[in-house]
């Protein structure tokens, strides 16, 4: 029987300056950092993609077609990469080790390669293997002149195709054209993603949350997927429109290409439309909002996810109002807007049990 094409977003993560580090380090010690880097680096792509196959230093996954939109492709490979810088400082600060192992942590850096196309799934010696020009391609893109170029270490290079796929406007996200020729498949059109801009930008934005200290409210509930999955049901107009009840329509509006701050929202409720502005985004920690609610004015928000039991424990917590006429307000309106996000978030963990279960053929193939 013939193997079904498949088409989907394939990506490679791949631990640069690998060899150097390896080739100046204690062999033992060396492995076990490379171990714990790349855990820290499928964890961070799961669950939106598929492992496919860990090769050395990078690890090589697909998401279906389908499953990811540009936004959450983005979203995706800077949380990874913030990730992995962060376990780099975590290890080289939690240890006084002096090998060249620990000393050399600092050169190792993370860079991503991502396609849209085709493959093709079967079985070789009991394994799962992805196949196809695509696939060829995507890793061949791990040969580059980026760094020579841009002269950076790390980031991200997006072909034409996947970009396309994905709904994303590389110039409006900032995205460097970028043009590389390949023997057998000749010029491929690529965009390069600035990864350490964006990681010098997490370090120096100031945090906008609404702390326990600081909520008017604060509302728990456990949702039954992982947080990339319930991040996406609560960002996304689409999947948000799936349990907010009573929303008539939900538009959405990115300044900066892609969900994120600057993002403005118009949730239309009949009559009435709350405008939500995003002030901080961390993906796939925390957001939040402040938004226009009609008969009750600026009103300030974060939702925070944190792993739990085998889901995500979701907080939500609204700010205290500062003067006297939206207090008063807010109290008459506080056990309606209660009981609105209790059935809101009660129907979003409906959806994500399905989505879920939509997702556990793809759970078994995971090495």
């Known amino acids: 029987m013939l193997t079904r094409a498949e088409h989907g ?9 690998y060899t150097g580090y390896l ?3 204690e062999l033992e010690h060396a492995h076990d950092v490379l171990a714990d880097l790349v855990e820290t680096v499928v964890g961070a792509l799961r669950p939106v993609f598929r492992l496919a196959k860990l090769e050395g230093d990078a690890a090589f996954a697909y998401a279906p077609e389908g499953k990811i939109d ?14 992995f810088r962060r376990r780099l400082q975590n290890i080289r600060q939690a240890t006084t080790c002096l090998c060249n192992a620990c000393v050399l942590i600092p050169s190792l850096n993370l860079k ?15 394994r799962e293997e992805l196949a196809g020009t695509d696939v060829i391609l995507v890793h061949r893109l791990s040969k580059n002149s980026v760094a020579e170029t841009f002269h950076l270490n790390g980031y991200a290079l997006v072909t034409q195709a996947c970009v396309a796929a994905m709904g994303a406007d590389p110039a409006v996200l900032g995205m460097r054209p970028h043009l590389e020729t390949y023997e057998h498949i000749g010029e491929v059109a690529t965009f390069v993603h600035d990864l350490e801009a964006g990681w010098k930008h997490e370090q120096d934005h100031r945090r906008v949350i609404v702390t326990p200290e600081n909520a008017a409210i604060v509302m728990e509930s456990l949702q039954p997927a992982p947080p990339a999955v319930v991040w996406e049901y609560l960002t996304d107009p689409a999947k948000r429109m799936l349990y907010q009840v009573g929303t008539d329509r939900l538009d959405q509006t990115n300044a900066r290409g892609r969900r994120g701050i600057g993002t403005t929202n118009h949730c239309v409720h009949g009559p009435g439309t709350v405008i939500e502005d995003i002030q901080d985004w961390r993906p796939f920690h925390y957001f939040t909002i402040q938004a226009m609610v009609p008969g009750l004015g600026l009103t300030k928000y974060t939702f925070e996810l944190s792993p739990a039991d085998g889901g995500t424990r979701l907080v ?4 205290k109002f500062r003067n006297r006429k939206q ?29 879920m279960a939509s997702r556990e053929p793809d759970a078994a193939l995971i090495p």
């Open 112 to 126: 991503f390669f991502a396609h849209y196309g085709e493959f093709v799934r079967h079985r070789i010696a009991g």
């Open 9 to 17: 977003c394939l990506i490679i993560a791949d631990i640069s300056g």
């Open 316 to 319: 939500f917590r609204v700010g």
């Open 327 to 355: 207090r008063e307000a807010w109290e008459a309106y506080r056990e309606t807007f209660q009981g609105a996000m209790r059935q809101w978030h009660s129907l979003m963990a409906e959806r994500l049990v399905e989505e």
């Open 70 to 83: 540009g936004s959450m492709l983005l979203d995706i490979i800077e949380g990874c990469y913030f990730a």
């Open 23 to 25: 080739a100046g380090s």
